[in-house]
């Protein structure tokens, strides 16, 4: 059982030097964002300093230079999702885009009246909002998986819910919210038997476990570059080839059509072009690339061992404050603890915490679904990355106890 070396990953980051009010940043908040290494700064440096063109249509080197490096990424994205080809690659500005392409597009040409199209209810609202807005428009109907007391989707109601009528089943890989692993893989094996396409939102998957989307099954599957150590801006929408193929296009503009003319119908580019009209967000495109690499190089699966440990360290640590109620029990969880507290706010925990310098995340964490059926409008989380310490949960779960004290 070999341990994630730490001290090595935490030299990577900056920003992890900085203090807040005084004291040591404990960042806490990896769930909405996670930092960045300096290996992913340094690429902006170097793309600005040295070789900032525009890319796919120039013949001079720079922009020579620039292409080779974004569609480095593409392969770079495909080793990572274990995807069969590049051009099942395409490039969004996050999971959100990612979703609302599959949407308008797929969703466009194939959803109608009769249809159903199947979400869950512990959907981060960019995996619910999207499908309402077209369910409204295309008069499909929108059905939703519930969730037991755990914070677990309950398969026997999926099982029960999915029907000769559900074209597509769309659900998180981990919920953000409470930090729920889904059994995707079954979930698509049973989505297929009934004909339906299965879209996963990989958005806090990503970052915390290794990803094989062929032996997952999954037809769509996406996430952001931001929780995983890149930058913002950027993201990822996989798709298998020949869906891909058969979808029309969603923005139209340069760089994703064969021919324009007036005089016989314009031709579109093929996949990935196809889905990403205009200039895209390069130097964020190959920052990404960096990212995944250094992932790579500390290895994903010394990161889900270590985040575990400091779940299992931040869940002892806060089960003895008097009143404190974590929301998510699930068996299968990723670094991510939820919690509330009797006769503390939320917000006011947040605010409090901070200035002792832990940085933790209240709110609704846009699953807003979820937690009211948990009865509660907000909830305190802490999320864990690879640079976190047990020393951090330490601090975090001391300062809370405070928080807690002074709010009582
Ligand atoms: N899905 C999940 C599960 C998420 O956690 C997030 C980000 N909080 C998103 C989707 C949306 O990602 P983005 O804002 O980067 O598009």
Known sequence: D?????????????????????????????????????????VFDDYYGRYNAN???????????????????????RSFLNAAETREI????????????????????????????????????????????????LGFTLKVIPVDERGVLDQAAYRDLISERTRLVAVNHVSNAFGTINPVAEMARVAHEHGALILVDGAQAAPHQSIDVREIGADFYAFSGHKVYGPTGVG??????????????????????????????????????????????????????????????????????????????????????????????????AGVLSFVVDGAHAQDIGLLIDQLGVAIRTGHHCAQPLLSSF???????????AYNTPEEVDVFVEGLERVVGMLR
């Open 2 to 42: 070999l341990l994630l070396d730490v001290v090595r990953v935490r030299r990577d980051f900056p920003i992890l030097d900085r203090e807040v009010h005084g004291k040591p940043l404990v960042y806490l908040d990896n769930a909405a964002t996670s930092q960045t290494p300096r290996q992913v700064i340094e």
């Open 236 to 333: 990822v929408l996989y798709g298998r080839a020949e869906l891909l193929e058969a979808m029309p296009p969603w923005q139209g503009g340069g760089e994703m059509i064969k021919m324009v003319s007036f005089e016989t119908p314009t031709t579109f580019a093929d996949i990935p072009h196809k889905f990403e009209a205009g200039t895209p967000a390069i130097a964020e495109v190959i920052a990404l690339g960096r990212a995944l690499q250094w992932v790579g190089e500390i290895g994903l699966e010394l990161i889900t061992a270590w985040e575990s440990r400091l779940l299992q360290h931040a869940t002892e640590g806060v089960a003895g404050i008097d009143g404190l109620r974590i929301l998510g029990t699930a068996p299968d969880k």
């Open 375 to 385: 009865g509660v409008d907000a909830t305190c989380r802490a999320s864990f990355a």
């Open 55 to 77: 890319i796919h249509r120039g013949l001079h080197t720079l922009a020579d230079e620039a292409t080779a490096a974004f569609e480095g990424t593409r392969e770079t994205v």
């Open 90 to 137: 395409v490039f969004t500005r996050g999971t959100t885009e990612a979703i609302n392409l599959v949407a308008n597009s797929w969703g466009r040409a194939n959803l109608g009246p009769g249809d159903e199209v199947l979400i869950s209810r512990m959907e981060h609202h960019s995996n619910i909002v999207p499908w309402q807005l077209l369910a409204g428009e």
